[in-house]
Nanobody, 127 residues
Framework: QVRLAEIGGGLVQTGGSLRLSCAAS????????MGWFRRAPGLERELVAA????????YYADSMKGRFTISRDNNQNAVFLQMNSLTPEDMAVYYC????????????????????WGQGTQVTVSS
């Protein structure tokens, strides 16, 4: 069983930056494809970014390209989301998610693609 825990959310001003971290338990982290999702009030959960088990492949939602960077450290069992140029539209609860996928055959874009979830961390952006 993989357990995920996000940290790093908080309050930031428009234009500011935050770095989210997701720590994973278990010995299989290097076989897990990982994703970051977010859910804003009144909206459905949406994909922010995804990364393959090796870290070689990444995917970003269009509105995040150029502002957000997903990365991982398989030695630390952690995945990160660096968020820059934040706007109030980025305000949401951010979740990390995992699926057992040693080989990245395609980007995993749907929340239904993932089997394990963290509890989420709130990101608030003030205008």
């Amino acid at each position: 069983q993989v357990r995920l825990a996000e940290i790093g959310g908080g309050l930031v001003q428009t234009g500011g930056s935050l770095r989210l971290s997701c720590a994973a338990s278990g010995r299989t982290f290097s076989s897990l494809a990982m994703g970051w999702f977010r859910r804003a009030p009144g909206l459905e959960r949406e994909l922010v970014a995804a990364i393959s088990a090796s870290g070689t492949n990444t995917y970003y939602a269009d509105s995040m390209k150029g502002r957000f960077t997903i990365s991982r450290d398989n030695n630390q069992n952690a995945v990160f989301l660096q968020m820059n140029s934040l706007t109030p539209e980025d305000m949401a609860v951010y979740y990390c998610a995992a699926r057992m996928t040693p080989v990245w055959s395609r980007p995993y874009l749907s929340e239904n693609d993932y089997t394990n979830w963290g509890q989420g961390t709130q990101v608030t952006v003030s205008s």
